[in-house]
């Protein structure tokens, strides 16, 4: 049974900082597809980065043209714990966030919710102006 828990949300003025976990349990894959989602009240869920951890070591990342170069993917193996910084936040970042996993193979879009089979219960993450 994979089980997928986020935390680190919570209320930040814009420009500031803030760095989501997602704590992933049951997931024995030799490679990992992990993805962060968004959804904001009345908007659609919105892909915001995804990491593809090889079985050999390589690691490739994916982000949303809304983020990139604000928020940063990155995983701690040892942990088996993956991570979202956001920095330079903005009121239109405002939105409950969830981390989602999947088996990378058949391979598809990454940023893509319809990928994913296991989800988290979700974080909110509130940017006031």
């Known amino acids: 049974q994979v089980q997928v828990v986020e935390s680190g949300g919570g209320s930040v003025q814009a420009g500031g900082s803030l760095r989501l976990s997602c704590a992933v349990s049951?997931?024995?894959?030799?490679?990992?597809?992990m993805g962060w989602f968004r959804q904001a009240p009345g908007k659609e869920r919105e892909g915001v980065a995804a990491?593809?951890?090889?079985?050999?070591?390589?690691?490739?990342?994916y982000y949303g043209d809304s983020v990139l170069g604000r928020f940063t993917i990155s995983q701690d193996n040892a942990k088996n714990t993956f991570y979202l910084q956001m920095n330079s936040l903005k009121p239109e970042d405002t939105a409950m966030y969830y981390c989602?996993?999947?088996?990378?193979?058949?391979?598809?879009?990454?940023?893509?919710?319809?990928?994913?089979?296991?989800w988290g219960q979700g974080t909110q993450v509130t940017v006031s102006s």
């Open positions: 990491i593809y951890l090889g079985d050999i070591g390589s690691v490739s990342t």
């Open positions: 049951g997931y024995n894959y030799s490679s990992k597809c």
């Open positions: 989602a996993a999947k088996p990378c193979f058949p391979w598809g879009d990454l940023l893509s919710e319809s990928e994913y089979k296991y």
